[in-house]
């Protein structure tokens, strides 16, 4: 199993992207998927996640700025991300809980994808 990561890039402070992280592989089913960002020399942290169903979380300070969504038949999540602040400067990587054919689920996360916004 793999997830696969791209959509990352350099942006002027205001301007938006979107990243997309596709699944392929072994794979029963993904149930929840999101994105997590580590910045240099800080701990990595959520972003956002969503739940097979559509459910969504957000970190507060990506709030009504970030949008996560997912299409289930292509094993993929995006996060669309608007207003973007230095602050979010980071590397942006992907997760998701997958059940292989046996009946087991196991985290997985892509390669990392770097998101720097300029000032």
């Known amino acids: 199993v793999q997830l696969q990561a791209s959509g990352g890039g350099l942006v002027q402070a205001g301007g938006s992207l979107r990243l997309s992280c596709a699944a392929s592989?072994?794979?029963?089913?993904?149930?929840?998927m999101g994105w997590y960002r580590q910045a240099r020399g800080k701990q990595r942290e959520p972003v956002a996640t969503i739940t097979r169903g559509g459910g969504t979380n957000y970190a507060d300070s990506v709030k009504g700025r970030f949008t996560i969504s997912r299409d289930n038949a292509r094993n993929t999540v995006y996060l669309q991300m608007n207003s973007l602040k230095p602050e979010d400067t980071a590397v942006y990587y992907c997760?998701?809980?997958?059940?292989?054919?046996?009946?087991?689920?196991?985290?997985?996360w892509g390669q990392g994808t770097l998101v720097t916004v300029s000032s």
């Open positions: 592989g072994n794979i029963f089913i993904v149930n929840a």
């Open positions: 997760h998701a809980l997958i059940m292989r054919p046996s009946s087991r689920e196991y985290d997985y």
